[in-house]
Structure formats: C-alpha cells, structure tokens
C-alpha cells in the first residue's frame, strides 16, 4: 500500500498558499492584462518568446497507483500565442496493483505510453481552443498472468485529444481536456473551474474520468492553480477516488509546466 497522499497533498497546498501570500504583492507590481492558457496567470503583455511547451505532473492514488508523464507541445508555424499548427509529444508511465479474482493473489501492473500527435490550436483574448490527432504505443504487462485482465501487451492505438481554457470573467477561469485511444479503448478527462484568490492564482473543484477496457475510475477533488516559482507554473489538487476494482481512495496530483 502506498503512503497517504491526501495528508501529503493537503500539506502541498497549505504551504503553496503560505507562498503565493508571501509573493502576492511582488507578483501585482509586475502582472497586468492578457492570460495564460494554461493557468490563467495574468502577464504584463502578450509573450511570443517561446516555442516549445514542457508540461509534467504525478498522481498518487490511496488505491495502490502511482503515475507520472511528460508532455511537449511546440508551435512550429508560428507563436504559441495565436492560432496556428501545433505538434505534442507524450510519454506516460506507472505501476498499479489490485486483488485478481481470477488468479486469488493480489496482482501488479506496470503502464508506459508515448504519443505523438498534430493539431491546430485556436486563441482568443479570454480562451484557446485546441485539438490533436496522432497514434499511441501502449504496453501493459503484469506481475502474474490474469485470465481477468485483458488489457495486456503491448500495440499502437489512434489517439485524439482536446483541451480547452477560458476566464469567462476578471476573477473565474474553467479548464477541460480530454483523450481516447483505440489501443484498449483508454480515454481519461478532467474539467476545472476555479475563482481567483490571488492575482493569477485560483482555486476551485475538479472532476476526473478515467478507464480503458479492464478498469473505471473517476476523481473528485479541488485544485490550487496558478503558484508560480520563478519560470515554473505549479498546480496540486487532491480529492476522493472511486474505482470498479479497488473501490474508494484518495488521490493527489502535482503539475509544473516551463516554457523555452
């Protein structure tokens, strides 16, 4: 069994809070108009000085799951900052155990994926629409063989994948993105709201699904949005799980995203 994460990441976000109050005043002397699509953080002017995207989270679950993933998106036409052609990369892997009712002992699997897609990105001055289509190679092994599991090996799926931003008003942002794959019929979402507690920085309910042809979860929990440390865009959220498997839990995550 893993360690808690709900009592890490309440800790996670109690002292993000501690730091955006420390850094509030410094952060409205130099942020003005315009947001970021990612974490609706207000900036000075318009930054088309990058071209490439890193993205990166983790998610620990109480129900015995651990993941992590890296994601790259570049603009290769143009700024980032206006519609145009955009290309991502995805590399996803993790570990996850459940009690196998076919085989009586408890079993372990080990996930790892990339992605590559292309799409077209569509932006506003309040939102930014985008959406990608490419392939994914999948693997899934496990610890003991599972007549009950049958998403096992490894192949190459179609894959799509959408995500959407938008401050509807001053202080509120909403966020959605979502992915399937025919590789396992895999999909996974995530919706956001959030209301601004400090300049650039919201918190609010989050909603997750998540399955493929063996398992069904879905995730409900709050975020915080929006921490900055230097270059870095932080985000944590934790919540309640439910799984068909494993039943009820706890998860949390933690995000960073760095642009070049």
Known sequence: MLPSPFTTALAVL???????????AAD???RSTGADWYTGASQQAVDDSWAVAVD???????????FGSVTVTAAPNGSPTRDGLRVRV????GTYSYPGRSVATRVTGYQEEGALQAGYEWVWKDA??????????RSNQLSVPDPGNPVVGTGVGLKVAGNFYATP???TMVSAYGSYSTKFNAYYSR???????????YIGPEALFLGDDFF?????GAHLTGVRFGPVQMSVAAGYVRDRIQGSGYYSSVEARSTF
């Open 128 to 137: 930014a629409l985008a959406g990608y289509i490419g392939f994914n190679v």
């Open 14 to 24: 109690c002292a993000c809070a501690a730091a955006v109050s420390a850094a509030d």
């Open 90 to 93: 995805d590399a996803i892997a």
């Open 191 to 201: 919706m956001r709201v959030g209301y601004m507690v400090a300049d650039g920085v």
């Open 169 to 171: 008003s001053d202080r």
């Open 216 to 220: 069904r979860q879905y995730r409900i």
């Open 28 to 30: 409205l002397a130099v």
């Open 56 to 66: 990166g989270s983790t998610s620990v679950t109480s129900n015995s799951s651990a």
